[in-house]
């Protein structure tokens, strides 16, 4: 066996100590993505969950975005997405999210980059994918935060500020957005 100090807190399969199949304590380190029980062969894989986001402008070269109401980050901007349901293609979860945190309808989507990410969650490091797409609401869509926004804001392309942006994999999108599309604005 390797050692890859899954055991220690930096790694996050050093969080799970029991088989989740059997319950055996005899859950030990089986490569740097997996852990195996020793007792009934379950092998248990820590992937990446799935999150997505939305980079909307409007034609007034504004990008919406919306202000967190809890934490992490709570106060910070973000783009309006979230993470993938069970059985949901990431297309459906990012409409969905839009039309959760804004109540608007998506009228068009456009897949533009995925980005890794840590997301903090109750005391726990969430590694994410977070998949970025460029989108367009439908038009006379009437704008209401909802859900986890507290604030929804279209600023200038020009005035965005990426830092103001907390969640690493949505500041990289959006600086990765502006540097591509700072020519067309």
């Given at each position: 066996m390797?050692n ?7 790694h996050?399969l050093?969080l799970?100590?029991?088989?989740p ?7 030990v ?6 852990k195996k029980?020793?007792?009934c062969e ?10 997505v ?10 990008m919406?975005?919306?202000?967190r109401?809890?934490n992490p980050?709570k106060?910070?901007?973000a ?6 349901d ?9 409409r969905?999210?839009?039309?959760e945190e804004?109540g ?9 980059d995925?980005?890794?990410?840590i997301?903090?969650y109750s005391g726990?490091e ?5 998949m ?14 909802n ?8 600023i ?12 690493s994999?949505i ?7 502006l ?7």
């Amino acid at each position: 066996m390797i050692n890859l100090k899954i055991e220690e807190m930096e790694h996050p399969l050093g969080l799970f100590g029991f088989c989740p199949r059997c319950g055996s304590s005899r859950f030990v380190e089986n490569d740097t993505k997996s852990k195996k029980c020793m007792d009934c062969e379950f092998v248990f894989y820590l992937n990446a969950a799935t999150a997505v986001a939305a980079i909307i402008v409007n034609d007034r070269r504004e990008m919406l975005l919306c202000r967190r109401r809890y934490n992490p980050y709570k106060g910070s901007l973000a783009l309006p997405g979230g993470f993938v349901d069970l059985n949901e293609s990431a297309e459906n979860a990012v409409r969905r999210e839009i039309h959760e945190e804004t109540g608007a309808e998506t009228e068009t989507i456009q897949y533009f980059d995925s980005f890794p990410n840590i997301y903090p969650y109750s005391g726990f490091e969430v590694r994410t994918l977070d998949m970025i797409f460029i989108c367009s609401l439908k038009k006379n869509s009437v704008l209401v935060p909802n859900d986890d926004v507290s604030e929804i804001i279209f600023i200038p392309i020009e005035e965005i500020k990426p830092e103001d942006i907390k969640l690493s994999s949505i500041q990289k999108a959006v600086k990765k957005w502006l540097m591509i599309n700072s020519d067309k604005y």
